[in-house]
């Protein structure tokens, strides 16, 4: 199981609100061809994002991530309309307290221009035991949901 970062700009007419308020109960297809055009996400999702993986949700102009996701399906750069389907919302994380830029995301490599701006960007495992316990102790009402859907493995 690895982790990832899902970037989207709000501005373009889209919030990850929409996914976990959502009333599907189904797999959620997110990013098309033409949402995702930077030839490291395709990379991404092609070679390396599998069913199960974790998913920070993170809003880019709002500089926050708002949730947590797992794949329902392998990442695919062509092909079925969406290039990734999450999760049903209903098994998905909304957070009550969303992690902020600076100081939650600081050091995390995959916040950073130096990583890319990709719509879609890994996360290395030191950097994801780190963000695990600031997810949690940001979110105390949350706690054993999130630390039950972060050791979850799926797939």
Request: charged share 30%; hydrophobic share 35%; aromatic share 10%.
């Amino acid at each position: 199981m690895r982790c990832w970062v899902f970037k989207i700009n709000t501005r373009r007419g889209w919030e990850f609100a929409q996914y976990f308020r959502s009333r599907a109960r189904r797999s959620y297809p997110l990013g098309d061809e033409g949402w995702i055009r930077s030839a490291s996400s395709l990379r991404f999702l092609r070679e390396e994002v599998k069913r199960g993986d974790i998913f920070l949700c993170y809003e880019a102009d709002r500089k926050r991530v708002v949730g947590i996701a797992r794949t329902a399906s392998d990442g695919r750069d062509t092909g079925l309309g969406s290039l990734l389907d999450f999760c049903p919302p209903r098994e998905a994380v909304y957070l009550k307290n969303p992690l902020v830029r600076h100081p939650d995301l600081n050091h995390i490599l995959a916040f950073t221009p130096s990583r890319g701006r990709g719509t879609v960007q890994p996360v290395d495992a030191d950097e994801f035991a780190r963000l695990r316990r600031i997810l949690i102790a940001k979110n105390p009402g949350q706690a054993v949901v999130l630390a039950r859907f972060l050791r979850e493995r799926r797939g």
